[in-house]
């Protein structure tokens, strides 16, 4: 599957910006989907996930609350709200399909596919 994320951009701290990953190659709904980000000099860290049919969410403490993932099957898109924006969300953020993947998928060893990442800078 490719994928092809979007809507990054630069925001105020306590903005808000919501991301997009677009989906395309092979059936979306067979895929769990994750956000990851990766901050300059930092390791790629988990954000967000969503199980398959979008009943189940995951999310790192550090946007919880904040942060909302969503999916559209039907538009083969993965979505992620962000809200009450900190300078230390400033990162690029990455999103990944995983097939197989099912409790937890903070782990990036679980996907098998990455979007090209869009970069979100949050101003103090």
């Known amino acids: 599957v490719q994928l092809q994320a979007s809507g990054g951009g630069l925001v105020q701290a306590g903005g808000s910006l919501r991301l997009s990953c677009a989906a395309s190659?092979?059936?979306?709904?067979?895929?769990?989907m994750g956000w990851f980000r990766q901050a300059p000099g930092k390791e790629r860290e988990f954000v967000t996930a969503i199980s398959r049919a979008g009943a189940t969410t995951y999310y790192a403490d550090s946007v919880k609350g904040r942060f909302t993932i969503s999916r559209d099957n039907t538009k083969n898109t993965v979505y992620m709200q962000m809200n009450s924006l900190k300078p230390e969300d400033t990162a690029v953020y990455y999103c990944a399909g995983s097939l197989y993947g099912t409790t937890g998928l903070s782990r990036t060893s679980l996907y098998d596919y990455w979007g090209q990442g869009t970069l979100v800078t949050v101003s103090s």
């Open positions: 190659g092979r059936t979306f709904s067979n895929y769990a």
